[in-house]
């Protein structure tokens, strides 16, 4: 008995083809379409090319990121320094300085009082702070120019941060000298708002002058007018009925020629009776 045959599959027909009894299996059915796998195998090259262009874009960006903090400092903490320390601070981180001056009631005068960047930021080599320094408080006392130079006063008055204008007025002083300031030396004011007015000798001052209307100005508004014209003044009060500091009457009366240095006696409102 010969070995033993499996039985074939239902759709297939078995044919003698030689007379040697050599058996050939013919499949009559549909042939069996190969099984797929999920997902598809990637092609091998092109993967190896997107490995390599992902490390590629991976050292480049490591070269990148190193070359940038090389080229960055962190900034050093200035605030609290004065202006020329700070500045050389930062000279030493190759930093250099914008400065924007404020004023400040608690500050000495240059003390750097903030900073961009903050201490402990990174700015690029050679990256700008901006410091914002102090110009001490607005409020300041006016010191006395009188009789100083017209440039000195000027500069000294200016370094305080207040703003000046000249008058050039009649006066015996050698030319160019102050001869008066408004605000008077030794009153506080607010720098941001007040103007310091300085009258300058600019020609000899004459011998004789008109007494100048004054009735109906302030007190304040009369003295100066005689004050300008080389005129001394004196005050006496008296009630009427004109507000509290207005001059009521003066004596020489306007229009009248008098030496220079001659005392004007102005009478000046208490206000009404009562």
Same mark, same amino acid.
């Given at each position: ?51 390599v262009l ?5 050292? *480049? ?5 190193? =070359? ?19 500045? *050389?601070?930062?000279?030493?981180? #190759?930093?250099?300085?914008? =400065? ?5 009631? #608690?500050?000495?005068? #240059?003390?750097?009082? #903030? ?17 914002? @320094? ?32 000249t008058r050039? @007025? ?8 102050? @001869? ?6 030794g009153q ?26 004054? @009735? ?59």
């Amino acid at each position: 008995m010969g070995p033993r045959e499996r039985p074939l599959p239902p759709d297939v027909v078995e044919r003698r083809v030689s007379a040697e009894d050599e058996t050939v299996i013919v499949s009559d059915g549909p042939p069996e379409e190969p099984r797929r796998r999920f997902p598809p195998d990637l092609d091998r090259d092109f993967g190896i090319a997107v490995g390599v262009l992902l490390l590629m874009l991976l050292i *480049a960006a490591g070269v990148y990121w190193f =070359v940038i903090r090389e080229d960055e400092q962190t900034v050093p903490d200035v605030v609290g320094l004065q202006l020329t320390e700070a500045e *050389a601070r930062l000279a030493e981180e #190759d930093l250099e300085s914008d =400065v924007e001056r404020t004023f400040t009631a #608690d500050a000495a005068v #240059d003390e750097v009082v #903030d900073q961009s960047p903050a201490a402990g930021e990174e700015a690029p080599e050679d990256g700008v702070v901006t410091l914002t @320094v102090s110009d001490g408080p607005q409020r300041v006392v006016l010191v006395r120019v009188v009789g100083m130079d017209v440039d000195d006063a000027t500069e000294m008055l200016e370094a305080e941060g207040l703003e000046v204008e000249t008058r050039d @007025v009649a006066s015996d002083a050698e030319r160019g000298t102050v @001869v008066r300031q408004r605000p008077a030396a030794g009153q506080e004011v607010d720098r941001t708002v007040v103007t310091v007015v300085l009258d300058v000798a600019a020609r000899p001052a004459p011998e004789t002058v008109d007494v100048p209307g004054l @009735v109906g100005m302030t007190s304040g508004d009369a003295r100066e007018a005689l004050e300008d014209l080389g005129l001394r003044h004196t005050q006496r009060p008296e009630s009427s009925q004109e507000p509290q500091g207005t001059v009521i009457a003066q004596n020489p009366g306007a229009g009248t020629e008098v030496e220079l240095n001659t005392v004007v006696t102005l009478t000046i409102s208490t206000g009404p009776p009562g």
